[in-house]
């Protein structure tokens, strides 16, 4: 049982691409959630999905989109990325708003 | 404002001392805590949650203690040791179900002295 899955692990972007953060979870959580870490400023929530087809906006969503097509995957996009951006990723999940698990994260590196 | 807030930026114990670890909540709506530890390089780790209907939660060598009159929540490690190291988060939430959202405080550092 895998739990939370995210890819890649790290990733180094030049100012204004884009890129594709995938989360995979096997659990069959209904609930999944991206959140951003920094120092200094604990984990914040970028965006959430309640169900298959549906996302909303977290607390620091701006630059980034989300979908989930499937229950099991939640992807996290970034269009034109900032230095900004230059953060860890965690997705989540949890079983109706317990218990959340977490993935291990992605390293992004913006220059 | 609404926040989640930890007392302290570190925390350095004896190994086999008990450790505690304090966090304060601002909003008396939040209904559901979780601690989570996070080694270096890692995703959080879930260690315990409770909800606002109970005081009290113990597990495996930790006790998670809510009171509400104060907003206050606390991990208690019995017989710290030091695969303990890490930081610690405190989180809640002021709704589960569709709405549910964590907020996290900004993490502790516990730090385990040989």
């Known amino acids: 049982n895998a739990g939370v899955t995210q890819t890649p692990k790290f990733r180094v972007l030049k100012t204004g691409q884009s890129m594709t953060l995938l989360c995979a979870q096997d659990m069959n959580h209904e609930y999944m959630y991206w959140y951003r870490q920094d120092p200094g400023m604990g984990l914040r929530l970028i965006h959430y999905s309640v169900g298959e087809g549906t996302t909303a906006k977290g607390e620091v969503p701006d630059g980034y989109n989300v979908s989930r097509l499937k229950k099991q995957n939640f992807l996290l996009g970034l269009e034109s990325a900032a230095p900004s951006q230059t953060s860890v990723y965690f997705c989540?999940?949890?079983?109706?708003?317990?218990?959340?698990?977490f993935g291990s994260g992605t390293r992004l590196t913006v220059v | 404002g609404e926040s989640v807030g930890l007392h302290l930026p570190t925390l350095s114990v004896q190994e086999g001392d008990n450790s505690i670890i304090n966090c304060a909540y601002s909003?008396?709506?939040?209904?559901?805590f979780i601690w989570y530890k996070q080694e270096s390089g890692k995703g959080p780790q879930f260690i315990i949650d409770i909800r606002s209907n109970m005081d009290k939660r113990q597990g495996q060598r930790v006790t998670v203690l809510l009171n509400k009159t104060v907003k206050h929540l606390s991990l208690q490690i019995a017989a710290t040791q030091p695969g303990d190291s890490a930081v610690y988060f405190c989180a809640e939430s002021r709704e589960t179900g569709a709405n549910s959202k964590l907020t996290f405080g900004k993490g502790i550092t516990l730090s385990v002295r040989p």
């Open positions: 989540a999940s949890s079983k109706e708003g317990y218990g959340y698990t």
């Open positions: 909003n008396s709506a939040s209904d559901y």
